[in-house]
């Protein structure tokens, strides 16, 4: 049993021989009894205890449904009413008996509408288009009622398909002529469904019933908890990136610290693969293709080399596309290890001040053979850090999606005396709080931690146990992601055989068994951490956190542990500190730039429609580019004064000599070649996209990002916090 986080606690009692006493099994077939035992299982061990009842089969009929049908344009409202009557109170009956033919029936009549479809889209190709109607379309169908009849469907599929058509016309970059790429994408998606045999059916009916209780909750087929080993070893030669299929598209979930698309720059998470190419190539579409065939060909041999066809995240037009090319490299576990910087700038004053700043991409530990610490190596970064006398220090968890909840308890301990960091409570409502026994205190200076919706899991932890404590300034977006559930895997065979031999290919439930709660008392789940001091910054939108996943549980609260606070907000100079940010924050025309593209990202999200008129679409993107290149001629005129940076890794933690990276003046030498660029390979998550149309220099890795305005204004707050607590004001020229 393998579980995530690490907790040491008991998580998962005796929970589940009920599941094979209730129903003979030698009549069934291996996919009937391993329908049984996820019933079993998730009635049984799953956090809420939820029965799998009516309530629990409706709920599974819809997302099965929606798996299948994505956007709700292949069924129709008639259809779903047939599905609800005929088996929206059935389905949990009939897992517990074994019986799947609701998967397999309703899939036929899916298959079936997908064929009278890609006929009709057949036909709608060849009509000709003028694109000089004022009609719209919805970007993302995936809240939007079923068609309520096939004549509604047809009206529905001419104006995607008009816009599909429309988009491949605008894109700088085109594969082919957009009636044939159209055609042949949904050629490819019908011969997909044709592929899809009974056992991948299964899975995605069991995945559909798991995905009831909760969106982490999920029934891994054999071959999904193999790809699920090679991303847990962390050696797996790709990109390092994990991703997700929505509305037809592959898009990036997360990216692994250290992978190739992480360390480019140029990706970014909610970016959607629109076609991918080998080498020099050309580009498949890979639109409405099955995620393990985009994945096949994202994957290969290590120093090839990958060409994506992305639509940014935040663009605004979905034939607005850039190319990205990557080296596939082996994803190590050194790529994911905490690093810190010195960095010297000056003060309010005028004073240079000595400044810390460690970036954790992940809690790892001891796995697959590796000792490895988190707590361990920030422990060396931190001991080289105080040696060069810092001020004060930064705790980077923007990129940190979790891992380790030891770790987390432990690092979190570096930083206050012995106390209580976590509260864990399973679905017997016993909650347990895990304690850092360790009176030792590896850093008492001041601290901000900063966060995004990109933080997450054990990342949370860490950041609400110091702002409970009132030990640090918590800066970033509005709050983390928001994820407060503890998962373990259970190999379905282990259940399955009434010998007690185990199979595989049976397959695996990740199961959600327990919740995170602050010391404080109140959960992590779904509200996360929330900022002391809020940034601007394009990933602070709801739609990327927990609270925009289906079937999120619930946020709650505990009673409060028993722990001495460090100091209270008076005593970190929160008002102060607030005031002074937002000052800088109103006056900086970075962030001006970044609540400019929010205001625009979030009016896109919220009128979820396109125009179908080519006028109006390319007058949209030309504004669109003329801004950035305005934008790009404002930075080139701006004098901006850097800091001096020297990067310190576990490699170089005890050489006497520092590495720098950058002065006063480097920025400026790079800005008259025009190409900022190339002293910025780690791309700041919200610098503007004109950044991600050059190339980037990426055979130094160790430099820091030329636009980031967060990180800029962090060392700002971090330099008043030093400043208000009568810190250390001056430092030397160099470490």
Known sequence: MKNFLRSSTALVPVLLVVAFAAEPVFAKTDNEQIAISVGRLLEEGHYTHHPLNDEMSKKWLTGYLEMLDFSHLFFTQKDVDAFTAKYATALDDDVLLGNLKPAHEIF??????????????????????????????????????????????????????????????????????????????YDRMLRTIHEEDSDEQVKLFLDALAQSYDPHSEYLSQSDLKNFSINMGLSLVGIGALLKSEDGYAKIESLIAGGPAQ???????????????????????????????????????????????????????????????????????????????????????????????????????DMEGHSKSTTRDVLALLKRLKKEKIAGLVIDLRKDGGGSLEEAISLTGLFFKSGPVVQTKGSNDRVVISTDPDPGIAYDGPLVVLTSRQSASASEIFAAALQDYGRAVIVGDTS???????????????????????????????????????????????????????????????????????????????????????SD??????????????????????????????????????????????????????????????????????????????????????????????????????????DVTKVAPEAAPDADDAADDS?????????????????????????DLVQLTQGPKTASARP
């Open 108 to 185: 036929a009549v899916f298959q079936k509408r997908v064929e009278d479809r890609v006929a009709k889209i057949k036909e709608l190709v060849k009509q000709p288009m003028d694109f000089k109607t004022n009609d719209t379309v919805l970007l993302s169908r995936q809240k939007a009622p079923w068609p309520k009849d096939e004549a509604e469907a047809d009206e529905l599929w001419r104006k995607r398909i008009e816009n599909e058509l429309l988009q491949e016309k605008l894109s700088e970059h085109p594969i082919e002529p957009g009636p044939k790429l159209v055609e042949r994408r």
């Open 263 to 365: 360390t480019s720059g140029k990706i970014k998470v909610g970016d959607r693969i629109t076609a991918v190419a080998q080498g020099s190539k050309e580009f498949n579409d890979v639109r409405d293709l099955r995620l393990d065939k985009v994945v096949e060909q994202i994957r290969g041999k290590k120093g090839t080399k990958v060409r994506l066809l992305i639509i940014p995240a935040n663009a605004t037009d979905p034939s607005q596309r850039k190319t990205v090319e990557l080296v596939r490299d082996e994803i190590k576990l050194k790529d994911q290890e905490a690093r810190a910087d010195i960095i010297i700038k000056k003060d309010r004053n005028g004073d240079p001040v000595k400044l810390g700043w460690i970036t954790l991409p992940s809690f790892y530990a």
């Open 480 to 566: 983390t992601f928001g994820k407060g559930t503890v998962q373990t895997i259970l190999e379905i065979g282990r259940f399955t055989s009434l010998l007690g031999s185990h199979s595989s290919e049976d397959g695996a439930l990740k199961l959600t068994i327990q919740k995170f709660y602050r010391v404080a008392g109140g959960s992590t789940q779904l509200h996360g951490v929330t900022s002391d001091i809020v940034l601007p910054t394009l990933t602070d939108l709801p739609e990327y956190g927990e609270s925009a996943l289906k079937n999120a549980l619930p946020y709650d609260t505990v009673p409060a542990a028993k722990y001495t606070k460090w």
């Open 569 to 674: 907000s008076h005593q970190l100079f929160l008002d102060e500190l607030k005031a002074r940010s937002a000052a800088r924050v109103a006056a900086d025309p970075e962030f001006h730039y970044v609540m400019e593209d929010m205001e625009r990202l979030r009016k896109k999200i919220d009128d979820n429609r396109i125009t179908l008129n080519e006028e109006v679409r390319k007058k949209e993107l030309s504004d669109e580019k003329a801004r950035k290149e305005e934008r790009s001629k404002e930075r080139l005129a701006r004098s901006t004064e850097e800091p001096s940076i020297y990067r310190l890794t576990l490699e170089t933690v005890d050489n006497p000599k520092l590495q720098l990276i950058m002065y006063p003046g480097k920025l400026a030498e790079a800005k008259k070649t025009g």
């Open 695 to 719: 190339d980037l220099d990426t055979s130094d890795d160790t430099k820091p990002a030329a636009i980031d305005p967060e990180r800029d204004e962090t060392l700002n707050i971090l330099t």
